[in-house]
């Protein structure tokens, strides 16, 4: 059974700093891994999706790297804003169904 | 093209009652996933549906019903609700017949059991 963790739960960070969040995965058979962004009470928007084959992936500020092997994912932003501050959730994709298993999030705070 | 989206945005019922919600996938999406997602959790997956057939399904029972329609919409049944079904619920589409297997999630519908 595939699980997902984040590390940190909560992060404060003041405005234009780098950070990393952190997502950890049991089960290196996996299809995809995805990034989102939940802002509260909200849908859940995609950032960016890694294929298995892949090693990382950019948009903008953001990237994302994936390492199978070791079962671990890291989201890098850079110059953080305040409009940043949200929950962001990593995603594994696996199963017959590739469903996307879900760790807990980081909720993210940017201080102006 | 046209994003999710899922109806109705927030709903009330009652214990013991019987809630039907709502997804209308992404133009060109052949496959919508349902999760629930309680509060300060992650989503769970609930079940899919690829080309109106049940493609998977999560640790939930079978009051958890849907149905995929040949436009490809779908729909979430629960019957008997209980207290802890409260959560939002999210729709997500997505294509597996494409190289990205990309999900996009809906809004979500807030559903409140009393």
């Known amino acids: 059974k595939q699980e997902v963790t984040q590390i940190p739960a909560a992060l404060s960070v003041p405005e234009g700093e780098n950070l990393v969040l952190n997502c950890s995965f049991t089960d290196s058979a996996i299809y995809n891994l995805q990034w989102f962004r939940q802002d509260p009470g909200k849908g859940l928007t995609s950032l960016l999706l890694?294929?298995?084959?892949?090693r990382e992936q950019t948009s903008g500020r953001l990237n994302a790297s994936l390492d199978k092997s070791s079962g671990r994912s890291t989201l890098y932003i850079a110059a953080s804003q305040p409009g940043d501050s949200a929950t962001y959730l990593c995603a594994a994709g696996s199963g017959s169904a590739r469903q996307l298993t879900f760790g807990s999030g980081t909720q993210l705070t940017v201080l102006p | 093209e046209t994003g999710v989206t899922q109806s109705p945005t927030h709903l009330i019922k009652t214990r013991g009652q019987q809630v039907t919600l709502r997804c209308s996938s992404q133009?060109?999406?052949?496959?919508v996933s349902w999760y629930q997602q309680a509060l300060g959790q992650g989503p769970q997956f609930i079940f899919q549906y690829y080309r109106e057939e049940e493609n998977g399904r999560g640790n939930f029972p079978p009051r958890f019903s849907g149905l995929q329609f040949p436009n490809y919409s779908s729909e979430l049944n629960v019957n008997a609700l209980e207290l802890d079904d409260s959560a939002l619920y999210l729709c997500?589409?997505?294509?597996?017949?494409?190289?990205?297997?990309?999900?996009?999630f809906g809004q979500g519908t807030r559903l409140t059991v009393v």
């Open positions: 133009s060109g999406h052949n496959t």
């Open positions: 890694i294929q298995s084959s892949q």
């Open positions: 997500a589409s997505s294509s597996p017949d494409r190289v990205s297997t990309e999900a996009f």
